[in-house]
């Protein structure tokens, strides 16, 4: 039997991780976790950020490689769970780059005929932006306002908004969330968001 696939579409920082990490602890199953973090620990410096390059069209020069790397983690995703597992995926799709790419219907495409629900993650940025000032190190865009890369993950993140769920970490813990998919794993199938998504 082939696994489920849980998609966790945010900007970072909004808690994917968290909700990822407690699904894995509490949800039945073997639950992999295969996402952005996972991918990007395994790319040379010449790739970073891979596919977590932000909005904005910084890094024309990394575009075509981001297109790859999206195909390459989705061909995993779906590898998985041919094997059986269960996958929750943390990324933080958009298709706000120095052209349209399109990646987000084309990784639909590549999960046709499976299990997969789309879960959009909110989260208010003040809450972000908290969460960014309190992390250690420097990797994190900080400060007392909003930079506006920070601003532009926010709206361009959740474009075109097709989810089967949608969860807001600013009130709701991890466990709220994962009970929340947990519900939703269980009822009946339906048309899911990825489906229309991979007919664009």
Known sequence: MAGRIVIL????????????????DTLPGHWINLGVDAQNRTLPASLLPGIG???????????PMVQQLYAALYRAIAAHAQAGFDLVVDVGHHDCYSRPLGILPACARLL???????????????????????APGSFYLKGDGVPAPVRLW????????????????GTLSPAEA????????????????FAQLAAR
């Not at 970072?12 to 699904?23: D, E, H, Q, T, V």
């Not at 789309?118 to 960014?132: E, K, S």
């Not at 929340?180 to 968001?193: K, V």
Request: proline share 9%; aromatic share 2%; with cysteine.
């Open 178 to 193: 994962v009970a929340a998919i947990d519900l939703l794993l269980a009822a009946p199938p339906q048309q899911r968001a």
């Open 9 to 24: 579409n945010g900007a970072p920082r909004s808690g994917k991780s968290s909700i990822a990490a407690a699904m894995q």
């Open 112 to 134: 046709a005929g499976h299990d997969v629900l789309f879960v959009g993650i909110r989260c208010p940025l003040d809450t972000i932006m908290a969460r960014r000032n309190a």
């Open 53 to 63: 390059l932000r909005p904005g069209g910084e890094r024309p020069d990394l575009e």
């Open 154 to 169: 926010q709206e361009a993140g959740h474009l075109p908004g097709l989810y089967d769920l949608e969860l807001d970490t």
